[in-house]
């Protein structure tokens, strides 16, 4: 073992990631040797390519050429001077040298200015052994420097440590600029700049802030590109230089990064984004980069846990206790209350295999179909609109395919918040001229942030995206935009023109529409001809697009403005939703849908039941099973009494609190298998600790249909990995699995899974990544969906009537909420509340428009009541124009604030998938937390009470 190697080439390739075959080739002679590489390509990556390393400091093959630190001088025949090798292209019959007497006395003698204005303690620096500044040093033959330590010099500059993953040391930077570069080139959010000029230059954060206080968002790019000591992680100066890695992909969002998992023994030192690694192209954010100290967060548990009632304290067990009193209980409910009275519910959290086999182990060692995922509540709306339209049930492109894009539109997603590396992606192709159409009820970052303006926001009033979507149609037909060619070679005519017919009728004109839906029609009849017209045209969305009543409608809206525009089977177009968690995509199609087996395959056809019934040697049953909401009512309705939850806290995620957790009181036996007591096991009576990605094998599918191979990386510290536990809990009840890695389980997926036909952890660990579709019919993957054809023929559009939420608004509930997430949190913040991100967001807040605010007698930071139908509850809030008059928002990240108190039954109309994103509500000053949430407190307390222990140690 040991460090993964990365080649550094000192400057991109200069065709980028489009991996063109007809560029035109130079070829070049460099120290004597013959060298043919592309056009545009730098003298230094050309030197590269033949063997050769030039000394440099500034240049690095993920940002701009610089040509700042003179470093990676050559000569070059028949030219004067000795220009920087990173700056100067390659040119037909060159000839370079790069190491000559000339230049050994030019870059020597830069080195000694480096050095003499450097603290010379390599030995006690926590970048010794990984400095370039060392290395280069070294390259160059620096053995002594003339002009001594005496004169005026930056040695004493104040380190800043205000951000809690990172120091930042001026005394160490040799001002090369690549934080600098990395922040606005990679990141995009211009949080750095070098402040003033010569001797006096010096690295600022904004305006000369300290991190914590600066626009930095702790994405890590700049610590990545520093050469020096002057950027260093808080562990690397704590533990030390690792001295082995893995790498992996990270459990956070759907974008799914790959990480080298840097070590030292079984300590995990630092994740460090991939550059391989094809989703993320080596970047990261603040939670992927820095927020995994939750693996070893003292309040992890570590030791299975049971007791009879729910009011009873926590008894530790061995895990045969557990295992066997888990079955027991389940095996007695089933001889009770019958067969169909247990259920569970996998995880977008845990991997793919871990998933196949939580609904393995319902259909086929409970006997039913009782299985859901958290997909439920917020993409099964996405898996039923693009099935119903082009046969498939994900996005279409890959996240590649952006370099291409002339007009994105992003619509109910907020990508620099909620998957933020492709976010950075997104804002660099905007900075390049490509633009942008946002369709959101809140002035997201992306409607105006450093260097990128929406050229459209169409600000509508939450609940209304069908009538928007299909005014944007109205104008795309009622203008003559559609693409006729691409509609009649790829779609069914007939209802092509039934669609047109009906989106061209007056009543979905922008002007019918502009009243209920706060949408000004100048802007959207501007907005769709944007899009219609404006080149390659891609649609990202997010959950404020599925999380509505109307939430498959929405999306089938969305795969007809597509289809009618010609906007899919290439790169630089698309429909693409953008999943929540890391592996939302994969729990989707492992089958944990109780109509659905892995691969999107209804329960009722017979011969895909035959393919599972042959090899898990049981008879399955035809009927679908129970919705986590079903099973919720039938808990109450006393005919549902045993639930087995993996990696997912409904309690805190689902929508109406009060209703889910009478649901679980009325349940016999709740497991819970997490890392931590969550909200749900409050109501549990078995707790079997889970393990984290960096303990396990495995794969994650995400948002762009890419699985990638989770390594691990360490010892699971509960003893076992999540897909074991599973094992162990089916061979209990009776119905036995015997897998001894989880290369086997996805031998069982290829086999059963179309899709997965071609899939293997050799391919993957060869390879990298691949994207499904992986078949005989696609043996390399699928980065574009639908190039020659759609899925399942013809592609369909689908007349969208707009039907407006039975949630109305009122005199006692006037605004309407709508929520999201924040950079730093994730989810329901069980793992980033356990770190340092908490620092960012320690609260969630309630932002609330000023002319709202003033009404009602609120000011910025008081405690406010939100009260809707449902429940309420209280939390402080934050004056903002963000939102509309109207509208507030808040996230769901700390549960004390429990925003889905408030939140109602509606649902989406195909899928369930719960109205999240539109409650009627009232807000009012309030002098504290409400008599539910002190209540909560209590109980949450009470439930926590472990005998023998508070938590993991």
């Not at 000839?95 to 006690?124: A, F, N």
């Not at 001797?199 to 700049?222: I, L, P, R, T, Y």
Request: with cysteine.
């Amino acid at each position: 073992m040991g460090l993964v190697p990365e080649i550094d080439y000192g400057t991109p390739h200069p065709r980028g990631l489009k991996g063109d075959t007809d560029a035109k080739m130079v070829t070049l002679t460099i120290d004597g040797e013959t060298v043919t590489v592309a056009e545009g390509t730098s003298i230094m990556r050309a030197a590269m390519d033949s063997g050769v390393t030039i000394p440099k400091l500034c240049a690095t093959d993920t940002l701009d050429a610089f040509g700042s630190c003179r470093l990676c001088l050559v000569e070059i025949q028949g030219r004067a001077g000795t220009p920087a090798s990173c700056t100067t292209p390659v040119a037909p019959g060159m000839v370079v040298s790069t190491q000559t007497e000339r230049l050994k006395r030019l870059r020597k003698g830069v080195m000694e200015l480096y050095i003499s204005d450097h603290p010379l303690d390599c030995l006690t620096c926590a970048a010794n052994g990984d400095c370039e500044l060392q290395d280069m040093a070294g390259a160059v033959g620096l053995r002594e420097v003339r002009y001594g330590m005496e004169g005026a010099n930056h040695l004493g500059q104040a380190k800043d440590t205000s951000n809690p993953y990172f120091t930042f040391d001026p005394s160490k930077c040799i001002v090369c600029s690549r934080c600098v570069r990395a922040c606005q080139e990679v990141q995009g959010t211009f949080a750095l700049t070098i402040q003033d000029r010569g001797f006096a230059s010096k690295v600022s954060a904004g305006m000369d802030e300290d991190f914590m206080d600066s626009e930095c968002v702790s994405c890590g790019a700049c610590v990545q590109a520093c050469p020096t000591a002057t950027l260093m992680e808080k562990s690397v100066i704590e533990i030390g230089q690792p001295e082995h890695s893995v790498v992996t992909t990270c459990a956070y969002c759907g974008v799914g990064c790959s990480f080298k998992a840097e070590m030292r023994g079984t300590e995990l030192v630092r994740m460090v984004p991939y550059k391989d690694g094809a989703a993320n192209r080596g970047h990261s954010c603040v939670k992927g980069r820095f927020a995994w100290g939750y693996a070893t967060h003292r309040e992890r548990i570590l030791k299975p846990m049971i007791r009879s009632k729910i009011t009873d304290p926590w008894r530790e067990v061995s895990w045969e206790e557990a295992i066997s009193y888990t079955a027991s209980e389940f095996k007695r409910i089933q001889e009770k209350y019958g067969r169909a009275s247990v259920g569970g519910i996998t995880s977008s959290r845990c991997t793919n295999e871990e998933t196949y086999l939580v609904q393995k182990l319902v259909r086929a060692g409970f006997g039913n179909n009782n299985v859901d995922t958290c997909a439920r509540v917020c993409h099964s709306p996405t898996g039923y609109g693009l099935g119903t339209a082009y046969g498939t049930s994900a996005g279409t492109q890959d996240f590649d395919s952006v370099e291409d894009t002339d007009v994105v539109m992003v619509i109910g997603a907020n990508p620099t918040d909620g998957h933020p590396v492709f976010g950075s992606r997104l804002k660099k192709r905007l900075r390049q001229g490509a633009k942008l159409i946002v369709v959101d009820p809140r002035r997201i970052d992306l409607v105006k942030t450093p260097h990128v303006k929406a050229a459209h926001h169409l600000p509508l009033r939450p609940g209304t995206n069908v009538a928007v979507v299909t005014a944007i149609a109205h104008v795309i037909v009622t203008e003559g935009l559609v693409n006729e060619a691409f509609v009649r070679e790829r779609c069914d005519w007939d209802e092509f023109q039934d669609w047109a017919a009906f989106v061209a009728e007056e009543r979905h004109s922008p002007e019918a529409i502009a009243d209920y839906t706060g949408v000004p029609a100048a802007e959207l009849r501007a907005a769709a001809r944007l899009y219609a017209t404006g080149g390659n045209a891609a649609i990202y969305y997010g959950l404020g697009v599925t999380e509505h009543s109307q939430g498959s409608t929405t999306v089938m809206a969305i795969a007809n403005l597509a289809m009618a525009t010609g906007n899919l089977g290439r790169r630089g177009v698309g429909v693409n939703p953008l999943r929540g968690q890391n592996n939302v995509q994969g729990s989707c199609d492992m089958g944990s849908f109780p109509h659905e087996l892995p691969g999107y395959r209804h329960v009722h056809d017979d011969a895909t039941r035959a393919i599972f019934e042959d090899m898990w040697g049981v008879t399955l049953e035809r009927e679908p099973g129970l919705r986590i909401p079903n099973m919720l009512d039938a808990a109450v309705d006393g005919t549902f009494k045993g639930l087995y939850v993996q990696g997912e806290d409904i309690v805190q995620s689902d929508p109406d609190t009060h209703h889910v957790t009478h649901g679980l009181e009325s349940m016999e036996c709740v497991v819970v298998q997490d890392l931590f007591l969550n909200e749900t096991a409050n109501y549990a009576h078995v707790f079997l600790p889970g393990s984290t990605f960096l303990e396990k094998d495995g794969t994650f599918t995400n948002a762009e249909r890419r699985i990638n191979r989770v390594r691990r990386v360490m010892p699971p510290r509960n003893g076992y990995a999540d897909w074991e536990i599973t094992q162990l809990l089916s061979n209990a009840l009776g119905y036995p699995m015997s897998y001894s890695h989880p290369a086997e389980i996805m031998a069982e997926i290829a086999a059963t899974t179309p899709g997965f036909r071609n899939v293997t952890y050799e391919m993957l660990d060869e390879r990298g990544s691949v994207q499904w579709p992986c078949n005989d019919d696609a043996p390399e993957g699928t980065p574009i969906m639908h190039i020659n054809g759609f899925a399942r023929g013809k592609g369909k559009f689908v007349l969208t009537e707009y039907i407006p939420t039975d949630e109305r608004t009122g005199a006692r509930f006037p605004l309407l909420l709508t929520t999201g997430r924040i950079l730093s949190q994730y989810n329901v913040g069980a793992q980033t509340r356990r770190t340092a991100n908490s620092e960012w967001h320690k609260e969630d807040r309630l932002e609330i428009h000023p002319h709202d605010a003033e009404n009602r007698g609120v000011r910025d930071g008081d405690w406010v009541k939100l009260q809707s139908r449902a429940g309420e509850t209280t939390l402080r809030a934050l004056i903002t124009d963000r939102v509309s008059p109207g509208v507030v928002y808040t996230t769901f990240h700390h549960p004390m604030t429990q925003a889905n108190v408030i939140t109602t039954d509606y649902s989406d109309w195909a899928t369930n998938c719960p109205e999240y994103k539109v409650t009627a509500v009232q807000v009012s000053p309030s002098n504290g937390p409400s008599d539910w949430q002190e209540k909560y407190k209590t109980h949450s307390d009470l439930s926590r009470r472990i005998v023998g222990t508070d938590a993991a140690e």
